[in-house]
């Protein structure tokens, strides 16, 4: 049974880091697109950022490139996302998702949350001072 699990959120003040963990379960991530969405109070799911299993390709969103770096350990089957210089605006419960099909490549490049079947529970990410 496929199953994701998200840690790592927490309280942080403005311009500190975090790093955000995927562990993944019952299916191996080299076959797969693994996104990471965050959800602000009152706003949509949105994309932020993805990596392809299969050759280790990086996707940014625009208002998170040079911040957030997002790496997968294929070992530990876990996906993470380093979070610098964050900012009060990326508060939001951040969950990660992954889906597989013909086009990974596609997947992360469009990053649409209707296109990620599996999802975690998400973890809470609060930027504050």
């Known amino acids: 049974q496929l199953e994701l699990v998200e840690s790592g959120g927490g309280l942080v003040q403005p311009g500190g880091s975090l790093r955000l963990s995927c562990a993944a379960s019952?299916?191996?991530?080299?076959?797969?697109?693994i996104g990471w969405f965050r959800q602000a109070p009152g706003k949509e799911r949105e994309g932020v950022s993805c990596?392809?299993?299969?050759?280790?390709?990086?996707y940014y969103r625009d208002f998170v490139k040079g911040r957030f770096t997002i790496s997968r350990d294929n070992a530990k089957n876990t996906v993470y996302l380093q979070m610098n210089t964050l900012k009060p605006n990326d508060t939001a419960v951040y969950y990660c998702?992954?889906?597989?099909?013909?086009?990974?490549?596609?997947?992360?490049?469009?990053?649409?949350?209707?296109?990620?079947?599996?999802w975690g529970q998400g973890t809470q990410v609060t930027v504050s001072s």
């Open positions: 019952g299916f191996t991530l080299e076959h797969y697109a």
């Open positions: 990596i392809m299993g299969s050759d280790g390709s990086t």
């Open positions: 998702a992954v889906e597989s099909g013909p086009s990974l490549h596609r997947l992360c490049t469009y990053q649409r949350e209707a296109d990620f079947g599996s």
